[in-house]
């Protein structure tokens, strides 16, 4: 799209204001500040005019029980039976949510390369990739690895894998790829920008990790391996098994569309979301959307109904992502403090919420399916979360955890 068709683009949407210091960039600048404004979604702009997101009402919510402990360690060889196997004939790949950074932890690098060591050095990558060699070492095959980066970590994330050698993972089967990125806005929906020849921009979400798959090409890597199955995960749950077999046998012999593993909730208003059924379908409910007769409900047995919280490790059949990928996501409106820069070019950093970004999240793919397999794991064995530097979901909780699994820290 060359510059008087942008010209004419911002005009019909009153966004003209960014290219007021058009004439002051080089030609590399004024080329990537037009690329820029040629990738705007410009539906999400109406949603803030509309004053409302595209989320809809909560349908009918029902509890969702799970395929719980008990019953897989009963039905363990079997489910492990159908999971190697298909693990040989690498039809089920990895997708690692790595776009983000670990400001919260206050580290200004991509939060995968955080170190949780004590004594040694021990990177979240680094646990990522040596649960994955667990499995890699079991079935003798090479799981192929997508890592989805953002436009602010990409480089230093692929540096670092270089860099370290990928931990000992085969890196012809690692593949990374960028999030998508959607624009920011003020309150009056108007584009920010945060330099002169850049716009505000900010990864749209983890539910945009297949699309963003999808227009990387590396969908065509998969069907020359045969991939049939995804599964995703997140950075910072340092004690995760990715693509154990009993639970890629138990999604696939369960004839779901996917799997969610899930812990049993710490108490009955623990903050995570919980696996249920909307009008008859798979869905999350978010902690803050439940009643306190939902939070508290059980059954006769006295078990917590709402019990079973998900911890972001999914695994997708790939035809239902085809299926799925060119519907309309629900998108998120989430108010942020945005950094930018003003009528005077200054940048400025704000101390509270000044605007919006746009968010699609994983939770809204799990209701586009039509059926989940909830596959229940042990909170101690498999959920280390590390979101703060202290306290609850933290470097501390994890590194004690670690310490509990046998993981030299």
């Known amino acids: 799209m060359d510059y008087q068709a942008i010209c004419a683009m911002l005009e019909e949407h009153g966004q003209s204001h960014l290219l007021k210091y058009y004439d002051e960039l080089t030609e590399e ?28 009402s909560r349908g009918h919510l029902e509890p969702l029980g799970a395929l719980e402990v008990d019953e897989i360690e009963k039905r363990r060889e079997e489910f492990e039976a159908i999971g190697i196997q298909a693990l040989k004939e690498q039809k089920v790949g990895a997708v690692l949510l790595a776009g983000g950074q670990g400001t919260r932890l206050g580290f200004d690098k991509p939060k995968g390369m955080f170190n ?54 085969n890196k012809e089967y690692v593949h990374f790829f960028k999030q998508r990125m959607a624009p920011s806005v003020d309150y009056n929906g108007k584009l920010l920008m945060e330099a002169k020849d850049r716009l505000s921009l900010s990864p749209n979400g ?23 199955w995804l599964t995703v995960f997140a950075v910072d749950n340092v004690l995760q098994r ?71 490790n999914y695994m997708f059949k790939v035809d239902c992502l085809e299926a ?20 005077a070019g200054e940048l400025v950093k704000p101390e509270k919420p000044n605007g919006y970004k746009f968010e699609e ?13 909830p596959y229940e794991v042990v909170r ?13 979901d933290s470097v501390e909780s994890a590194r004690k955890l670690l310490i509990e699994n046998g993981v030299e820290i």
């Open 29 to 56: 600048q004024k080329q990537s500040l037009l690329e820029q404004i040629a990738d705007i979604d410009w539906k999400l702009l109406d949603l803030v005019h509309s004053h409302k997101s595209t989320e809809e």
């Open 116 to 169: 949780v060591g004590v004594t040694r050095t021990l990177y979240i990558f680094e646990c990522l990739i040596h649960n994955l060699m667990d499995v890699v070492k079991r079935v003798d095959t090479w799981v192929p690895l997508y890592i989805m980066t953002s436009e602010k970590n990409h480089e230093d994330t692929t540096r670092f894998f270089e860099e370290q050698n990928y931990f000992g993972y």
């Open 206 to 228: 983890n539910g945009g990790w297949y699309s963003s798959l999808r227009r990387s090409g590396l969908t065509e890597d998969m069907k020359k391996k045969g991939v049939e």
């Open 242 to 312: 990715i693509n154990d077999p009993a639970y890629v046998g138990a999604v696939i012999q369960s004839g779901c569309d996917c799997g969610g593993k899930v812990v049993r909730k710490a108490a009955p208003d623990e903050r995570v979301g919980v696996l249920c059924l909307e009008d008859k379908k798979p869905s999350i409910v978010e902690y803050y959307e439940m009643t306190d007769d939902m939070i508290h409900l059980r059954d006769e047995k006295g078990n917590l109904l709402y019990n079973f919280g998900v911890i972001l």
């Open 324 to 343: 799925i990928v060119n519907k309309d996501m629900p998108v998120h409106i989430v108010e942020k403090k945005i950094p930018y820069i003003n009528e």
């Open 361 to 373: 999240l994983v939770l809204d793919m799990i209701h586009l399916m039509d059926s989940c397999l």
């Open 380 to 392: 101690e064995k498999e959920f280390a979360p590390i979101k703060n530097s202290t306290g609850v």
